[in-house]
Every structure is written in structure tokens, then in C-alpha cells.
């Protein structure tokens, strides 16, 4: 799924909208019996409008099951089976316990109030929507498998948010999600899309020991505190999105993040470019100045690769070759140095062939090795010597050893020299100086 279908994708609740209006708060609702509402429930009736006090649900439901500006208290679903859909609009749900239960089609809690919510050993074949839903006091998802859509679009949790080894196999929507405190997972598995997009963590966001296959999307998202992602599995498909997010905390690897970075794979290398530079403040604000340098690395390649480049204007082309050839291969943009040393000791090599090949093309008065000076061993010394005397000392201090057209590559190592020499000096004194 694109950037641009993600934020125009609106999930919409299950809940109608055309349903009886909310009562104001605090208006006064008939209190209905748990047995009577049961009784209503089996027959696929929808309640609308009371207060239940101690609802148990359990057995096998064929017909739907609905609720619509309901007051729950303490309601339980305990090895219950729906074979229909299970929705509670708009309702007001106090200290609810789902365990060891199925839904076939789904279970939704729209627009509803919820405290405390436990919810555990739960699978749910169909979507599992919590769009504008609210959230207090901590929730607990633990040990269930959600085999749909989970929707949590505008959700809000103003406790602590924990969900414990849950498996996902459906798109994970928690778009513009708010955590007032933490929001924490626990050796959990997103088969598909994990969408934190424009979401809101106040405290720590962790991901501890969960799984990720597919796109793990942070871009917009508002991440005040840390946000673990060390631990994490990755499938071999899993990628990152971290375009615009605000996050100044973000612990994840390198090697994680190398060749994970969803836009740099979809060869948008001026998003790249941006989410690379988030990075890189990421490790400098952390002191973790190794990973800087990576990051910093891979945001000077994408924006290399992000220039307009055409055979129209061939300086263009060029000026990318050599961007590539001496600041990239030369000093990996500052960050390594012994990228100079390997750069000069393969201009060496390169031109030291072409002296010896055309050693009778170059003044030698005394041959290192005793013989004709276009023996083997004398063109081998002869080209080195030359080679590295022309890329240390500069044309200045060789002119006159070569006559004809040889002078012409004493005089492009000789700049080489000097050039490679300066970005070598920089590359080590950043690496020093940091």
C-alpha cells in the first residue's frame, strides 16, 4: 500500500450511524436484567438504550449480536462462540473480561467507552474495529489471533497499552492511534502492514521480541519518549517508513534499517533522503556517533541519486560519475577514511600499469634492476616508483621524466593525488576530532 493510500484510506466504523442519538451524560437509562438481554441477544434482537449489570455471554450465538448505547458493567464473553457479527456501538463499557471466545465475523466496539478492558485467548476471524474508540485505565490484549483488518483508527488509550503474544494476519490500521502513557508489544506477529501512521505515544513505544513481514509504517507519527525496535524479528519483506515523523529517540540498528528503508527500495530517493536525515539526528542526539556516519552516508547516496540527471545536459551526468567515483568511493562522504587509502592505492596500481607499459616514454637514467629497463622487473619498479612519486609529490616534482603523450596521466594522478590527499585529511580529523 502506497504513502498516498494510507492517508486517503478512510476505515469507517462499523457502528450506524443511523442508530438512536447517544443519551447526554449522566441521563438517566432503564436498567434491564443480564437474563432478559440474553434472551434478546439469541434471538438476534439488537439492545438499545439500557443499563446491564453483570451480562455473561457464553455458548454458541448463530445471530448477531448487537448493542447500541448500552452501559455495560463488568459484562463477561467466556468461551463463547459468534457465528455472526458481535458489535458494541457507541456503548459504555465498564471492566469488561473476554476470554477463550470466537468470532466469525468480527467484533467491534466503535465509538464506545471502555475501562480497564481485559481481553484474552480471543480469535476473531473477521475485523476486529475499534475506530474513535476510548480507552481508560490499562488494556490488555493478551494471547489471541486476528485473522482480519484490526482497525484503530482515532482510538484513544489513556492507560497503559499492552499486548502480549498476539498473532496478526491481517493489515494492522492503528493510524492516528493516541497513547497517553506507553504502548507496549510483546513477542507479537504482524503478518502484514503494521500502520502506526500519524499516531500519538506520549511515553515509551516497545516492540519487544515481536515480529514484523511486511511494511512498518511510523511516517507523521508523534514519539516523545524512546521507541524500542532493537529486539525485533524481521521477515525477509519487512520494511521501514519513518517519513516526517517527530521522534528524537528511536533505538534500532544499522542492520536493521540496511536495505529495510521502504522508500529507498521503491527507488524514492528524495523521501529517502528525508527519512535518513531523521536518522541521523536519531544517533547524534543518542551519542551514537558510528551510526551517524551511517546514516549520514546513506543520506548524501540519496540525495545523489535523487538529482536530475540527463544526456541532454551532459555535466550533469559527469558531475554525478565523479560525486560517485571521489566523494562517495573516495571518503564515503567523510565518514571513512580508509575508503581514501583503498582509493589511492588503486589509482596507484591503475597508473603504475600505464608507466610500465610505456616505460620507453619515460626517462630513466639509472634502471632500478641492472639490464635493458623494459625488462619485466624493471617495468614493474619503474611504473610504481613513478606512480607513487606522481601522486605524493605532484606533476611539479617529476616534469621532464616523461616526454609525448605520457605526460598526461602524470598530470591526472598528480591531481588525484592532491584531491584524494584532502579528503582522506578531512575523513580522518572528523573520525579523530568525534
Sequence with gaps: MSAREIDTERAMPLVDDEAAPVPEEGAARRTMSPGEVLERLKRGEPVTNVRVVGLELKGQF???????????????????????????GRCTIDRPRFNVSTFAKGLCLGGSTVSRAE?????????????????????????????????????????????????????????????????????CAFRSSFLFRGATVEKKFEADKTRFEALTDF????????????????????????ANALAERILVRPDQLEGHVASEKAGDYAQAMQEYGLLKRVFEGLHR????????????????????????KPWTKVARFCDWLLLDHGCGYGTNPLRAVRAALLIVLAFGIVYGLGVHMLHVEHP??????????????IGALTSVSAFTSGFGDIRGAAHGWMNLPLIAESLLGTL?????IVAFSRKVIR
Excluded at 72 to 81: C, F, G, K, M, S
Excluded at 157 to 163: A, C, D, E, K, L
Aim: aromatic residues 16%; charged residues 25%; contains cysteine.
Design 62 to 88: 448463530d445471530r448477531p449480536v448487537v448493542c447500541k448505547d448500552v452501559t455495560l458493567v463488568q459484562p463477561q464473553i467466556n468461551r463463547a462462540a459468534f457465528a455472526e457479527i458481535v458489535e458494541f
Design 420 to 424: 584524494l590527499w584532502g579528503l582522506f
Design 219 to 242: 511516517s507523521k507519527a508523534k514519539l516523545h519518549d524512546f521507541v524500542y525496535l532493537e529486539s525485533i524479528e524481521q521477515g525477509e519483506n519487512q520494511t521501514f517508513a519513518f
Design 368 to 381: 632500478p634492476f641492472h639490464g635493458d629497463k623494459e625488462s619485466l622487473a624493471n617495468r614493474v619498479m
Design 119 to 187: 481481553f484474552r485467548r480471543l480469535t476473531v476471524a473477521g475485523p476486529f474495529d475499534c475506530n474513535n474508540a476510548r480507552f481508560r485505565g490499562k488494556f490488555v490484549l493478551e494471547n489471541s489471533r486476528f485473522d482480519a483488518k484490526v482497525r484503530l483508527w482515532e482510538a484513544v488509550f489513556q492507560g497503559w497499552v499492552s499486548v502480549r503474544q498476539c498473532e496478526f494476519l491481517g493489515e494492522a490500521d492503528l493510524r492516528s492511534l493516541h497513547a497517553e502513557q506507553g504502548f507496549v508489544l510483546t513477542a
Design 289 to 312: 556517533y558510528e551510526q551517524e556516519d551511517w546514516a549520514f552516508y546513506r543520506f548524501k547516496v540519496n540525495q545523489r541519486r535523487a538529482k536530475a540527471r540527463s544526456w541532454t
